[in-house]
């Protein structure tokens, strides 16, 4: 009976001491540019309005740790981007500068989770000098070479931004995460599916009240999410993944309101304001 006790009280002690080194995470976004094209939610959904306007917006979001980890997701594009343009940017400032509202320096951030290769989400990453890049193994490979063996497959990819990508992994900054469900920092989880580029991933950020997924463009919009459709054509390369991966993503967050789309601006107008264009998603 005593060691039974004894047994009991260990692992209790185990799970507090587990509990209190858990670090606890806030988690923002923060928009750093804005469409001026008048799209419609039918350009970002399948089968959705073709008269529905929809404003897209361009985001990071960044993971603000008790252990001192400054972690984004994406990493978003410099200005001087041609691919940019087809946007009819009006509002744009560098994603570093955005982060200097929350006081935080390039510098201080120390992880930047790649969701996908894409020059929007990627181009970016030189503006942080000491983070650590985590990115999906096969998506990687793919970016790097046989996205430019045929024509056609390396769209949305920019030459600079692979270029970029394997001087980061020759200087050893660059950690390749192979494969789904697979916890990279504490309470952070990498997942994949939706197969918006060969292998995106998108992440679960667990704090201490709640499960958030940081969707990033493995959902495009609040539509799909709402339907269960998937993005419009050339959004996925498997666009029943696409939906499956949204059917997990609701297993995964503690509501859907916690799920966050990519592009779709309408997350600024449900969470808490903190400063000019970043929300806190609480």
């Known amino acids: 009976m005593k060691k039974s006790c004894l047994l009991v009280l260990i692992a209790l002690l185990a799970c507090l001491i587990s509990h209190a080194q858990s670090p606890t995470y806030k988690v923002y976004t923060v928009k750093f540019a804005e469409s001026g094209y008048p799209f419609k939610v039918g350009d970002w959904a399948l089968n959705g309005p073709k008269n529905e306007p929809i404003k897209i917006d361009f985001m990071v979001w960044l993971i603000k740790g008790s252990n001192g980890k400054n972690i984004l997701v994406d990493a978003g594009f410099l200005g001087d981007s041609e691919d940019a343009k087809d946007f009819k940017l009006k509002s744009y400032q560098r994603p570093d500068s955005a982060l200097l509202k929350l006081g935080i320096k390039p510098g201080d951030i120390t992880d930047i989770i790649v ?24 998506d990687y490979e793919f970016f790097v070479g046989s996205a430019w063996q045929k024509p056609g497959e390396a769209g949305g ?4 931004d692979v270029v970029n990508v394997v001087n980061l992994n020759l200087a050893g ?31 679960q950020v667990k704090t201490r009240t709640k499960s958030i997924i940081l969707a ?15 993005a419009s054509t050339g959004g996925t390369l498997d666009p029943k993944g696409y939906v499956k991966a949204m059917q997990r993503m609701k297993t995964l967050a503690s509501d859907v309101k916690y799920i966050i789309p990519g592009h779709d601006g309408k997350q600024l ?3 808490p304001k903190v400063a000019d264009g970043i929300v806190e998603i609480r």
């Not at 020059?119 to 650590?132: E, Q, R, T």
């Not at 990819?157 to 600079?160: G, H, I, M, T």
Request: overall charge positive.
């Open 269 to 271: 107008e449900l969470f």
């Open 216 to 230: 990033s463009d493995n959902i495009w919009t609040y539509y799909s999410l709402q339907h269960m459709v998937p």
């Open 157 to 160: 990819y920019a030459k600079r």
């Open 115 to 138: 969701s996908h290769p894409h020059w929007d989400h990627i181009d970016g990453l030189s503006l942080f000098p000491k983070a650590k890049i985590w990115m999906q193994k096969q």
């Open 173 to 203: 900054r660059l950690k390749l995460v192979d494969g789904d469900n697979k916890e990279i920092i504490k309470g952070i989880k990498v997942y994949t599916g939706s197969r918006h580029t060969y292998n995106s991933q998108y992440v």
